[in-house]
């Protein structure tokens, strides 16, 4: 699926004041601006960033497509090099630099948080650039994305769960979820509330306090009933013993074959461009579009049915669920593109 020159546009610049690498990455803008949110974290090397953000970027197309949004798909990354540390100093130049940056792009990418920012830095975004959302309630936007894209993804599971275990109940199942950052840590507490028991894992132990905890070695092949990847990507592959897998980290599998081995191991994968999708839809429903928040919210609780829809197909047609996924995102970039390939 990848070919040369996949991606539409593509930015990376030295920060003026940071010393950091920025990028921007548009991977496609068929269905209307490209929409993604800004990643700030430390990089091997600053073409480590690069490859993430065109990774990123393309996740989005896919996200936006199958979540119906009128958006391409885009990401920024602030690729901070592992041996300098993230001050608040060096944050805000590089926030800057990238803001700037996004400038340039006029409105036809459209910026919002992800890992490593937050609503506050958007703030601070605006001051560069005007395509930027997810502000605070205090300043006209609609405040963390965190909580939609959680409801989505709670949404996703209780589907999965209703394709596995024949009910949508969380109550009494062993979930055990990767990353308890803004995401993943609203998830572990909704599905504990709604009588899961939650398993937490975390580089940084102190986030999982008043969890059971497991090591983060190993934890992907931990025996559960749900397992929810909530932090960074490639980690899904062979090895998963647990019987369903759904949560918002972005590029979750290790590679596309990683589809096929879970499908033979008779696990059920919802792609994580389906189930992460809260956030964005909720978003820019509201903010781009123009929505009241309980119709976003319903938009929001949609992907249940998106997830129902690609399960089933994955398992009468015997393919597998980001075949499923893809082919539905696909066709909607043909639409938009009257038929024409690319
Ligand atoms: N971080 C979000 C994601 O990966 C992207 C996002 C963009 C969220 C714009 C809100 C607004 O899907």
Same mark, same amino acid.
């Given at each position: 699926?990848?070919?040369?020159?996949?991606?539409?546009?593509?930015?990376?610049?030295?920060?003026?004041?940071?010393?950091?690498?920025?990028?921007?990455?548009?991977?496609?803008?068929?269905?209307?601006?490209?929409?993604?949110?800004?990643?700030?974290?430390?990089?091997?090397?600053?073409?480590?960033?690069?490859?993430?953000?065109?990774? $990123? !970027?393309?996740?989005?197309?896919?996200?936006? +497509? *199958?979540? @119906?949004? /009128?958006?391409?798909? &885009?990401?920024? #990354?602030?690729?901070?090099?592992?041996?300098?540390?993230?001050?608040?100093?060096?944050?805000?130049?590089?926030?800057?630099?990238?803001?700037?940056?996004?400038?340039?792009?006029?409105?036809?990418?459209?910026?919002?948080?992800?890992?490593?920012?937050?609503?506050?830095?958007?703030?601070?975004?605006?001051?560069?650039?005007?395509?930027?959302?997810?502000?605070?309630?205090?300043?006209?936007?609609?405040?963390?994305?965190?909580?939609?894209?959680?409801?989505?993804? $709670? !949404?996703?599971?209780?589907?999965?769960?209703? +394709? *596995?275990? @024949?009910? /949508?109940?969380?109550? &009494?199942?062993? #979930?055990?979820?990767?990353?308890?950052?803004?995401?993943?840590?609203?998830?572990?507490?909704?599905?504990?509330?709604?009588?899961?028991?939650?398993?937490?894992?975390?580089?940084?132990?102190?986030?999982?306090?008043?969890?059971?905890?497991?090591?983060?070695?190993?934890?992907?092949?931990?025996?559960?009933?749900?397992?929810?990847?909530?932090?960074?990507?490639?980690?899904?592959?062979?090895?998963?013993?647990?019987?369903?897998?759904?949560?918002?980290?972005?590029?979750?599998?290790?590679?596309?074959?990683?589809?096929? +081995?879970?499908?033979?191991?008779?696990?059920?994968?919802?792609?994580?461009?389906?189930?992460?999708?809260?956030?964005?839809?909720?978003?820019?429903?509201?903010?781009?579009?123009?929505?009241?928040?309980?119709?976003?919210?319903?938009?929001?609780?949609?992907?249940?049915?998106?997830?129902?829809?690609?399960?089933?197909?994955?398992?009468?047609?015997?393919?597998?669920?980001?075949?499923?996924?893809?082919?539905?995102?696909?066709?909607?970039?043909?639409?938009?593109?009257?038929?024409?390939?690319?």
């Amino acid at each position: 699926m990848v070919g040369p020159w996949e991606h539409e546009e593509v930015v990376t610049r030295l920060g003026p004041r940071s010393g950091v690498p920025v990028t921007v990455a548009v991977h496609s803008r068929r269905l209307g601006p490209a929409a993604g949110g800004i990643r700030l974290t430390q990089y091997p090397t600053w073409q480590d960033g690069l490859a993430d953000a065109l990774r $990123l !970027a393309r996740g989005m197309t896919y996200k936006n +497509a *199958v979540a @119906g949004l /009128p958006f391409g798909g &885009g990401k920024s #990354v602030i690729a901070v090099p592992s041996t300098v540390p993230v001050t608040p100093s060096l944050r805000a130049d590089a926030l800057a630099d990238l803001g700037e940056l996004i400038a340039t792009f006029d409105g036809s990418y459209l910026a919002g948080p992800d890992i490593g920012t937050g609503p506050d830095d958007m703030v601070y975004l605006r001051s560069f650039a005007r395509h930027v959302f997810c502000l605070p309630e205090s300043h006209g936007g609609t405040g963390p994305s965190s909580l939609p894209t959680a409801r989505g993804v $709670l !949404a996703a599971i209780r589907a999965g769960l209703t +394709a *596995v275990f @024949g009910s /949508p109940s969380v109550s &009494g199942r062993r #979930v055990v979820v990767v990353g308890m950052g803004s995401v993943g840590s609203l998830l572990a507490s909704s599905l504990r509330s709604a009588g899961a028991s939650v398993v937490a894992a975390d580089l940084i132990e102190s986030r999982c306090a008043g969890y059971e905890t497991v090591p983060v070695a190993g934890v992907y092949e931990t025996d559960a009933d749900v397992l929810v990847p909530a932090a960074v990507g490639g980690v899904v592959g062979a090895g998963v013993r647990a019987p369903l897998v759904v949560g918002p980290a972005n590029n979750q599998l290790r590679s596309d074959d990683a589809a096929a +081995a879970l499908r033979d191991a008779g696990i059920v994968w919802v792609p994580d461009f389906v189930a992460g999708a809260g956030g964005v839809i909720y978003t820019l429903t509201r903010e781009a579009e123009g929505l009241d928040p309980e119709a976003a919210m319903a938009r929001v609780e949609a992907i249940a049915g998106t997830v129902e829809t690609v399960l089933a197909k994955a398992a009468a047609n015997g393919t597998t669920t980001l075949a499923e996924a893809v082919a539905l995102a696909d066709g909607r970039l043909n639409d938009a593109a009257g038929g024409r390939r690319s």
